[in-house]
Every structure is written in structure tokens, then in C-alpha cells.
């Protein structure tokens, strides 16, 4: 009688595990529509009744001024929107057709909202001109990760996975991370300076000016956000990416999106005025810090990312008004920035009180 032999147990290894669905495109999507808001209802100031429907603009006249900069803004704002949004709800049914289809329905609800409430700020105009370019932007957005969305989407992945540690919200990180850089392109706060609560809370500087105590507050601001910012990157870096060489590339960056907007804002001319003794002093003491702060394990760099945070924050407070940016706004061609000028220093002044619950918990985590 034949013996079927039992079947060999494979010692082959399980295949792995596929990678976790990134989450980036949502975190970013969120942060994107907050940031619309806030330039669509800027300066949320003065609400009133003025007896007029706030759907009034959809049959409204062309409005009397307009620029062809005003409508291609008004199209380009709402392109990374319809985007994000596309590649955030690829995994619906229906697949990429829906997505992009959804994510034009909410571009164009988003921009509706918007349009009816500025009915009630007398110092914003609704218009369905804006409305109509906004929808055509978000269509831009959602054709665009409609057609490339999946290899884009692969490379993010691919460039996450190659980056980044493997660690809980680590995506909410990268998100803190560029909104710290969209703080650069303001020229009347401090080089790297973030929580200045005086213009929020209307305070007065607590140390007049002196040149003196400018130099000093200026270099400790300075020093302690680079250790601040190298720190916090230095978490979201895997060890196998060669961190220290994308922490120098990100400090380019920062530095020339800073100089980069200066140029643009204000005269070509002062491209490089926030290059102050200061700022050269404090560079120079932060970099040291942070290479010596890189050596310690884990757990006590984000410490010390902490203390820093929070000292950093204290100084800006303390220090008396910077004359370079009152000679820099005096100059700013402000413009069709205003709204995004208020933006850029809100966002300055609050991030270190989001930054601080996010290292909180991924030192509790790590």
C-alpha cells in the first residue's frame, strides 16, 4: 500500500508585509484647506449683515476691477487642493475616476463657502468669477492625479520609505516641518523666529531697543530654532538616509527660500538684509550646538528639542522691535500679499505650540 508522503513544510521566509498606506496626502490636503481658508476670510475682522443674499454673487455683474494675475492666482491656489485631494481618496469605489470627480465637488464646495461668507467682510469682494477659477483649478489638481496620481504617488512612497524612520506620525511631522518653512517667506519676523505672540495678544516689547540687547536676544533666537528645526528633522530621519546631509540641504533651502523672498517681496537689493551680525553669530552657535546634539541618543535629542523649543519662543517675546523690518515693511510691495503676509506670521507664532505636543509624543512613543 502506497504512502502519500506528507507535504514539506517550505522554510522559505514569509513574504513582507506591504507598507503601511501613507497618510501624507490627507495630513497635507487638511493643512492645504486650512490655509485656504485663512486666505480666503483674512483679516476675519468686521463681519456684517450688509442685507445682501450670500449667494447674491453667483448672478452678479463681472466685477469692475480685476487683473489677469487676480484669475490666474485665484486658478493656481485651488490646483494643489484638487490634487491632494484626488490622491487622498484614490482608495474609494469607483477608483480613480470618482476620486478625481469627488475631489472637484469638494474644491468647488470649499470655494462656494468661501465666496458666500466674504459677502459678509466688507473689505472682501465675492465674485463667481472667483468661484468659476477656482473650480477650474481644482479640475487642473484632479486631472493631474488623475493621470499621474499613481506614479506619483508611488515615488512619495518610495522617497518616505527611503527617508523617513519608521515611526508613529511621521507624516504629521514632514507636514509641521514645511509649514515651519512656509514661515520663512515672511521678511518682517526673525530668521528661523517662531511664537511671537505680541502682534496675537497686542503686547509691547518687555526690553526697549538697545543695540546692544537686539545682538544678543537676536543670536540666542537664532541659535536655539536651528537646534529646534535640526533636532525635530533629525526624528523623522531614517538612520540609513544620510542625515546630516539632508539636514545641510534643508538649511539651504530654508535659507534661500528666506532670501528667495526678501528678493521678491522687497527690493532685489536687501535679498540678504536678514544676514545680520546677529543672525551670522547665531547661525554659527546653532550649527555647533545642533552637530554636538546630534551625538546624543534618541530619546534626549528630542529633550533637548523641547528645551530649546520653549526657550526659543521665551526670547522672541523679549526682544525689542527688529529696525530692519520696519524698513522692510515701509518697502514690502505688499499688495496682492497682504492676506498671505497675515497668514505667514499667524502661522509663526502658533507653530511652536503645535511642535511641542508633536515631540511630546513621539518621545513617548519612541
Known sequence: MEHTPPPSISSD???PAPPRA?????????????????????PFANWRDRGVSPFAFLHAAWPRYWTVFDLVVNVLAYVPLGF????TLRRIPGGRWAAAIVALLLGSLLSFCMESLQTYLPSRVASSIDLACN?????????IAFWRGKRIFRRIGQLQQALLAPTPHAEIGVVLLGIWLLTQLSPETLLFGTGDLRHVLELTP???????????????????NTMVVGLFARTLLADQAYPHLVLIAFFILALATRTLAAAVLITPQDALGWLTPGAEVGLLIGT?????SLLLPAQLRIALAGAALMAGTALVNLTPGNPYSEAALAAWRQGNFLNFNGLTRWVASFWPFVALPYLTAVGRAS
Open 13 to 15: 521566509p514569509a513574504p
Open 288 to 292: 555647533l550646538l545642533l552637530s554636538l
Open 206 to 224: 518687555a526690553v526697549p531697543y538697545a543695540a546692544q540687547s537686539f545682538f544678543v536676544l537676536e543670536t540666542g533666537v537664532i541659535a536655539c
Open 22 to 42: 501613507s497618510r501624507l496626502p490627507l495630513y497635507l490636503a487638511l493643512a492645504y484647506s486650512v490655509l485656504v481658508i485663512y486666505a480666503s476670510l483674512y
Open 135 to 143: 473650480t477650474l483649478g481644482a479640475a487642473v489638481g484632479a486631472a
Open 84 to 87: 491632494l485631494l484626488t490622491l
